[in-house]
């Protein structure tokens, strides 16, 4: 067996089974041993998910197997913990007399956050029905799965001509910031899922230069911006300065290099935590929510064609060959005034899907298009591809760009 803990209150050791065998040492050795087989019996019963099941235990010996909770989480923060604590009391009632991050694991074979150490927690009379919520979510992690694709538009004729846009996917947590390639899954919380789009715009290799500049700041900014995101008002200020510093930033390399004057760029950015999805943007790049059949834009274009159908004043066909449909009011960068991101948030739900695209898959897919394509049956990888396709058939001349992402509480 594999030794995992050799200390004066407790041996523990893990066989090639997985199974966790605890043997209890030292001061009420006996006392602790029969307190958390009780407590283990107890959360059993009452049918807790995220806590070690009493397989044997022996009384000569004061020793207990159980399941396998996983390995330390060393990640978990301790409002997390407070939650997960809070819901083992309030739901199974179960007071744990240590109730930190310490005694927080993650179970990749669960799926969740579990909870150990019971031998001095106090059992509770069992809560009744009023009053518990039974879909709290304090356990859950997300997962997520994404494809990403970037494909240079027509426009771009000669090989050295660049594609102006730019994608990032990132996991950030106050440890490390991890940036992945176009396509994977993972579990992330306590980490936090960040994606963005950008459609860059210049001269020369001015837009390519744009719009990797935002994905940089956006991977540089990371980890700070982490903490901030776990207050609404706070998180969405937060994203909003993000928005503008960038802005700066841009127009200040801007000034002195006639290269790159005038370069700028559109930005639309995801941000998911463990309980909500906030967004930020600028520009003509957008982002949809897929719930069921349900499909919203979330986003709003930046250019005065667009608002003009919305409000029903021209048709989509009008909207599409509007002449000034590629004007922005609005961009990071391009120009000197200061811009006004939108920014805001939505509850994450059991099982959504996220559309980041660049204004080239709108060149060449009509709405009613868009939004059965994205609830039609199948994997985002197959959507994605298949939606990058059409757009580049009927149109193709514009950079064209689709990040399609699906997360799930687990």
Known sequence: MKELKDGIRSLVRIDFEGRVHKQFRGTDADKRFANEVAVLTVLEERGAPNVPILLDSDEETLSIVTTNCGAPAPLVTAEKATALFKELEEKYGVRHDDPEPRNVTYSQKLGRFCLIDFELSEVLPEPGGDGQDESSNASFVLRAGWFASSIRGEKHVRLDQANDDSFLILTVNPERTERFQDEGEILFDPSHLVLAVSDGMGGKKAGEFASRLLMARIRQEAS???????????????????????????????????????MGATLTMAWVTHEKIFWAHVGDSRLYIVRGDEVEQLTRDDCHAWHRFQRGEITEYAYRNHPRKAILSDVLGGSPHEPFPQVGWVPVAENQRLMLCSDGIMDGLWEKDIRAMLTEEGGIHETAEAMSARARKNDGSD??????????KV
Do not use: F, M, P, V
């Not at 998180?235 to 802005?247: G, Q, V």
């Not at 127009?251 to 790159?260: F, R, S």
């Not at 950079?399 to 799930?408: F, V």
């Open 224 to 262: 700070r911006l982490y903490r901030k995101l776990a207050d609404e008002d706070e998180a969405e200020a937060a994203l909003d300065r993000l928005l503008r510093d960038s802005h700066h930033d841009l127009i200040g390399l801007a000034e002195d290099q006639d290269q790159i004057r005038g």
């Open 399 to 408: 950079d064209t760009t689709i990040l399609l992402a699906e997360i799930a």
